[in-house]
């Protein structure tokens, strides 16, 4: 009877069970108002998440704990994302945080990792479109506020690190709504002025201060400027939009500038070490010239010039001797073709070599004279033409026929055509 009865263990772990299977439960984003926050000695955060109309217990475990980066309190409100299961020693059901940013921040958050992720998959933070930034600039331009450190922070770096430099302030509103159409105009305006490199940025501040330069009019500003930009917005922890998109991040408006000019302590070291060096090569050029010089003045040749015409002389005399020999060599070679042709059986009889030409010839004009159509006729035969045409069937003879002979031609009346058979 007493099977039937399930515990209050039982029945809590089973459906402790079915929230662990449930995938829905595995993941889960909430919205709301922290109450009854306490932080334990442990690290762990308890606490609840609550709305018009509902609550729900929270807790938070000290190895998610640590990487806050705001201190919650009772009235926060927060996102979390966690998974839902259940308690079993109070059989509560409740969600266990894995991450919690303040709400308000938290989208700001969210618009910014999909803006970035966006960006990024469209190209424009790839190294391939970054701009060198000039070595030696003559002028630089600013996009900041009129007011304030940053200004003054980027001015007076340039300044002493390379007074021949040139700036040009473009006064920009860094915050408040309208500092993202400023913030555009400002950086389109400085195309206009022969700029070598644009340091764009602010100091630093929350995540709303710096909000205008995760914008993305003014990302794509930044990335369609044909002048190298240097983003300097906010602290070295701060990151923004316009630093991916810049051809250069600088982690403080000051190091931006550092970065925009060199030392001209630096360059001038540079100069002297390089004219140094300079002397040095120029020196050893003239040393080594001067060694070689000498060289060839002690040379033999130099000392007895005479010497290397009389090689010269003998290497012609030489070659005049192969030449005589061989021209020699080619005379006695044609005298002996020539004894030798005299010598030989055509030249002594040279009928002989008319004899078998003359024999062909013969041969031919009597085949010419047996082929000659005249010594046909010569034998007692004619030919007859009706008109102009040769008569070779009794169908082609007409009224009057013409007949050669061979020594003549007789002009006949035809009075009648018999036809007979071949053969």
Known sequence: MDEKYLTVSAITRYLKAKFDLDENLKTVFLKGEISNFKAHTSGHLYFSVKDENSKINAIMFSRNAIKL?????????????????????????????EQMIEDGVGNLYIAFE??????????????SHKKEIPKIPHRVGIVTASTGAAVRDIVTTIKRRFPICETILFPTFVQGENAKNDIVRNIKRAENYDIDVLIVGRGGGSIEDLWPFNEEEVARAIYNSPIPIISAVGHEIDFTISDFVADLRAPTPTAAAELAVPNIVDLKQNLEQLSIRLKEAIYKKINYQKLYLDSIKGSFVIKNPMIMFDNRRQTVDLINSRLNELMLRKVELQKERILSLKKSFIFSNPSVLYKDEKLILNNLIDKLELLNPLKVLGRGY????????????????????????YNGEISAKVLEVKEGKHG
């Open 382 to 405: 004619s030919i007859t033409y009706s008109g102009d045409k040769v008569v070779k069937d009794v169908s082609d003879v007409k009224e009057t026929v013409n007949i050669k002979l």
């Open 114 to 127: 999909k803006l970035k992720k966006d960006l990024q998959a469209e190209g424009l933070f790839d190294k």
């Open 69 to 97: 980066d705001f201190k919650p309190a009772d009235g926060t409100k927060v996102l979390i994302a966690g998974r839902i299961s259940i308690y079993e020693a109070t059989g509560n059901y409740q969600i266990y945080v």
